[in-house]
């Protein structure tokens, strides 16, 4: 691959044509947050943490780094009021499904998040979508997936795999930044008699 000359919090760095903004920032040792990003995985943009500002030819706009590909000349600022401001925004709607999620509280102190601002919905699920992408990419299972829509989007195993599939594996369940996925499970694994809840259970 070709390599592209970018500005990252004015710095210059080489970074390879194909990569996202937030790869080519990893590269160099910067961090940028996300919560909804995985190496193996394909890039997603679902939480929209990991927003910075990108400029071009006298031209600047917020944008999603871990789906936005790097380009020659582009210039990347990963902090700054106006960024801060847009994350602290992202987290308070995020805890507003996640109150007690430990890596939401993590950033929330560190951008002065209020917990909160927004009124409670009792989803416990961010979306971020690893568990639904890990379970399709990586083991092609499709064992997991989103149902319903907007509001009432939520994850769901489908319990003919959890029985046969989920019980083995549960790779998935360290991915999840909240405790959504483990309740998810919990709930269709007692409906699925032939496996029990939790390991260890004789029941």
């Given at each position: 691959m070709s390599k592209i000359l970018m500005k990252i919090d004015g710095k210059e760095?080489?970074?390879?044509?194909?990569?996202?903004?937030?790869?080519?920032?990893?590269?160099v040792?910067?961090?940028i947050p996300s919560l909804c990003h995985h190496d193996k995985l394909e890039p997603y943009g679902a939480c929209r943490i990991c927003t910075?500002?990108?400029?071009?030819?006298?031209?600047?706009?917020l944008v999603v780094s871990c789906v936005y590909p790097v380009e020659k000349n582009l210039e990347i600022t990963t902090r700054s009021e106006t960024i801060d401001r847009a994350r602290r925004t992202i987290l308070e709607l995020l805890l507003s499904h996640a109150p007690d999620s430990e890596p939401l509280r993590i950033l929330a102190a560190e951008y002065g998040a209020d917990k909160n601002r927004f009124e409670k919905e009792p989803s416990f699920c961010i979306h971020c979508g690893l568990c639904v992408r890990y379970c399709a990419e990586i083991k092609g299972l499709h064992a997991v997936g989103f149902i319903n829509r907007g509001s009432k989007r939520e994850i769901n195993f489908v319990p003919e795999l959890v029985a046969a599939e989920c019980w083995s594996c549960k790779?998935?369940?360290?991915?999840?930044?909240?405790s959504a996925l483990q309740a998810a499970y919990v709930f269709t694994a007692a409906q699925v008699s032939e496996i029990p809840v939790f390991e260890g259970d004789t029941d």
């Amino acid at each position: 691959m070709s390599k592209i000359l970018m500005k990252i919090d004015g710095k210059e760095i080489e970074a390879e044509e194909g990569m996202t903004v937030l790869e080519a920032a990893r590269t160099v040792g910067v961090n940028i947050p996300s919560l909804c990003h995985h190496d193996k995985l394909e890039p997603y943009g679902a939480c929209r943490i990991c927003t910075v500002e990108a400029q071009k030819n006298g031209r600047s706009r917020l944008v999603v780094s871990c789906v936005y590909p790097v380009e020659k000349n582009l210039e990347i600022t990963t902090r700054s009021e106006t960024i801060d401001r847009a994350r602290r925004t992202i987290l308070e709607l995020l805890l507003s499904h996640a109150p007690d999620s430990e890596p939401l509280r993590i950033l929330a102190a560190e951008y002065g998040a209020d917990k909160n601002r927004f009124e409670k919905e009792p989803s416990f699920c961010i979306h971020c979508g690893l568990c639904v992408r890990y379970c399709a990419e990586i083991k092609g299972l499709h064992a997991v997936g989103f149902i319903n829509r907007g509001s009432k989007r939520e994850i769901n195993f489908v319990p003919e795999l959890v029985a046969a599939e989920c019980w083995s594996c549960k790779e998935c369940f360290p991915l999840c930044p909240t405790s959504a996925l483990q309740a998810a499970y919990v709930f269709t694994a007692a409906q699925v008699s032939e496996i029990p809840v939790f390991e260890g259970d004789t029941d």
